[in-house]
């Protein structure tokens, strides 16, 4: 008689055996051991080798044992076997034969236990299958099985595997009335689940409940409450918990860390993104992932903090760390904020390097870096690049390189026709950059046909808000391209001028402010003012000085590096900065003595040789209001906005009711109904409305008094002290009032003038440089010099000039006396310009005889370095002893061509160039 192997024996020789990788050795192995020992199986046996080959996950020879009791063995097969064959089909991954083999159980009249139930409800939850789960469970209580806490907790994982979050709290709340004691895991499934559908409100009534239960939270519990904050937008919940993390005795982990960033980042809430990155790096020493550092990078770019982005990014191959798309985008986007698109460009083509996959942000980012820093050439070949990447541009991408192009209407247009071609559907922002862009030059009627075939996708309501600003800019665009280039002249003060002229007895409040013109006397004023910092605001005429840059290096030589990108300058960047006090000589060592680029600026930027030192102020609301004279109601005109402290031209163009204007009959002046009126309608109500009235009536008397022909006011910024202060603004000075504001004038800045334009006024010349212009496929200054007597024939000339097909350099009015001095200069300053290539003299002789004209044009050549030196030349003239005047130059033999009507002797200037050396015409 044979006696059977001990059990542990046979379970030692089955564990052994079911390590073996070829499932099918491992079985036939394990029938040779059973002849060998002698054992008979019984049904204890069979339950051991069920239960090695679950662990084993040896599911097909489980389920073959289970079958085999029966029919080849001769053993009744029991609960415990059933159960331990589910469990190794559940752990082989096949969860639809452990559901079938727990449904075969009552047609073989076994019994089903909690055990065989919770493996049922295991097998759903690896399925995904949620309301099978619940459905066994309500089997349960059919029949009478009591449920343990791993039912309950197993039901409640798969319903948070389904996103069923309202499924897990009844099942948490049928625990206590099935007198089964929730644990951590029970909670932490049901947080789970609501954290996956971002109700935050709830995870927090069952953080309490737990809390109440006296169970102690762990690691699972605070990341996922953390991130639901995260999901819900609750960065100050996100952080509090994350602090409480210490006081429960619990080690955050990098989960914990990445969710609480995150929190900060959607709360654009920086600094404390770069607190817990730090905590992350040194207290905790834990090696930030792509996620942390994508999270921090976006929350800098949030906080227009790019240099801190750019030093994250450039950390994250330090670590080992790979960035992906996210976070170069989010360091794209941090580099738009703060207008650096030398660096975004670097960023972009470091993407391409990587052959990593471009989205449409980075794009969207690329280009309006390009935008911010008026670099429209860059912006045109980014957008080229995404047809290269088969990427459709979506709205924002054809709003920001319109606007990048600017003045370049040629390609203002036909953008627009690729967005109706591309059925991108153009917004009231697009409409109104085009036309802005039609301002500048003729579109004709290939711009209206172009703007009416976008418009013809419009609805009806979309046409209703476009219909103004379209208007609007396709009268601009129908005016001649040289009316339009040519600027009307106002005296324009420096910010801190202008504040000292508001102070004297208008009874407008400002800011406390000095200016300073040294870094030293920059502290020693500095000290003056009251609080722990101050506002350090660069000077010079042009707006968006807190986006600009200044181009000179710093004193440092600081460089900066992200991957793929070529060293770059690391220039001063603002033009406005709030510092403590012990900073305020090294920001003004920095921006003093330095030129200041900007937007409005161009690419060769303004000098700034002051500073103003302003008291720091806490704004509760932003205003804008302006006064400017309005030539459709004949008068002043007030217009005002709830919204300030931004662009109103952007304002403005999302939504034109926004804007408030009122017109004020000069002689009346502003009645005290009409400004409560237009406070009421900005915002203010009650005593504020009567107090601003007043404000503005102060402001109407400044302009009024001043001859100023535009007051804005930007942001009139209400304080949390309650204070109404003007915290910035813009004036314009009518010239010809200067005899009478004589003090004002005498603060005008040549610095920031054209330098040539400067000298011209000294000789009474009317001289402005034309900016350079787009024409069909190419890009070019204009390079035709006009010399003409009287603004309105200077203008016609221009435009005669650009319907012929050619590009005027400049207006240059010589005025009615034409003397030799006055020519002599004229010709001075036209020959400076590297970009002219002929000359154009138009004079038409009214109070001054043509003969005259032709003596001084004669000697201004002369002085100029006469036959040698001189440009190609055409000279018309008309009037007075016309004849007396031709026969004055046709007598002289220098290279020039001479004319009296265009239109019998057709004569091309611009052409001129391409003929070499030109012969006399007599």
Known sequence: MRVAAPASELRDLLTSLAEQKEEQSAFNALGTAFQCLGVRLDSQHCTLAISCCASARLWTHACWLLAAMPAQLGLRRNVVNWGAAISAARKGDQWQLALRIFGDMPSVSVERNVVTYNAAIASSRRGSEWVLALRWLNTMVTESVRCNSITFNTAMSCCEKGSQWQQSLSLLFAMQEAMVMPDVISFSSAISSCVKQGRWQVTLNLFDSMISAEIQPDIIIFGAIISSFEKGNQWQLALSFFGAMPQASVRPNDVSFNAAISSCEKGQQWQHSLMLFDWMTRASAIIPDVISFSATISSCAKGRRWEEALVLFAAMPVVKVKANIFSFSSAMTACEEGSQWQQALSLFEAIRTARLQIDLVCFNSAISSCEKGSQWREALQAFHVMDQESLRPNLVSFNAVISACGSQWHWSLRLLQLMSELRVLPDLLSFALVAEALGSRVPGTEALSSILDAMSSCTVDQLASLAPSVCRGLRRGLVPPAVSAVQRRFLNLHEYQVRQSRQKGFGVGVPKNLPAFSPEEAVEKANEMPGDEVVVKAQVLAGGRGLGHFKEKLSQGAVLWCAGAKEEENNFQGGVHIVKKEKVKEVAE??????????????????????????????????????????????????????????????????????????????????????????????????????????????????????????????????????????????????????????????????QENPIEVEAKKYDLNYIKLEAWEQADWFADGNVACMVNGAGLAMSTMDLLSILGGSPANFLDVGGASTVETMTMAFKIIMGDPNVKSIFVNIFGGIARCDHIAEAVVAGVKAVGGNAAIKPLVIRLEGTNVEAGMKIIQVRNEPRRLTRYLEENPVRPFDLPLHGQLEVKV
């Open 590 to 751: 920095k921006m003093l003595g330095k030129t200041l680029i900007t937007k409005q600026t161009g690419a060769e930027g303004k000098p700034n040789n002051t500073v103003l030192l302003a008291e720091k102020v806490s704004i509760k609301d932003e205003k804008y209001f302006a006064i400017l004279m309005d030539r459709s109601s004949g008068g002043p005109l007030m217009i005002g906005s709830k919204t300030g402290g931004t662009s109103i031209e952007d304002i403005a163009a999302a939504d034109p009711t926004a804007i408030i204007k009122t017109p004020v009959d000069i002689i009346e002046g502003i009645k005290p109904e009409a400004a409560e009126k237009m406070a009421t309608e900005m915002g203010f109500s009650g005593a504020q409305a009567t107090g601003r009235a007043t404000l503005m009536a102060n402001l109407y008397k400044v302009f009024i008094e001043c001859d100023c022909t535009m007051l804005e006011i930007n942001p009139l910024a209400s304080l949390t002290d309650g204070r109404v202060l003007v915290c910035d603004s813009k004036v314009n000075f009518d010239d010809n009032a200067s005899y009478r504001q004589k003090e004002i004038h005498d603060q005008r800045d040549v610095s």
